[in-house]
């Protein structure tokens, strides 16, 4: 299984983005699909996931600002970030669970600067 993130950029304080990652290789029904983010120096932690059946959860940081999303025909989870603020700024990977094995994408950088 292949995932393939993209969207990533830098953005002003206020900004907007979205991200997306395309998942391949796997003949298997998906099931969680999710967002993490790791900043310099930080550990990983959890952003955003959301269930095969589109039950979702959020870190309470993003809470009201970012929306998770996905397309089950595309295998694509999508990120969409509003009202983005300079401790956004991590490199964000995501990640798939298929039958209890969690495969993760590559990481896109996010920088919130003015």
């Known amino acids: 299984v292949q995932l393939q993130a993209s969207g990533g950029g830098l953005v002003q304080p206020g900004g907007s983005l979205r991200l997306s990652c395309a998942a391949s290789g796997s003949e298997i029904s998906i099931g969680v699909m999710g967002w993490y983010r790791q900043a310099p120096g930080k550990q990983r932690d959890l952003v955003a996931r959301?269930?095969?059946?589109?039950?979702?959860n959020y870190a309470d940081s993003v809470k009201g600002r970012f929306t998770i999303s996905r397309d089950n025909a595309k295998n694509t989870v999508y990120l969409q970030m509003n009202t983005m603020k300079p401790e956004d700024t991590a490199v964000y990977y995501c990640?798939?669970?298929?039958?209890?094995?969690?495969?993760w994408g590559q990481g896109t950088l996010v920088t919130v600067s003015s």
């Open positions: 959301i269930g095969s059946g589109g039950n979702t």
């Open positions: 990640n798939v669970v298929i039958l209890r094995t969690t495969y």
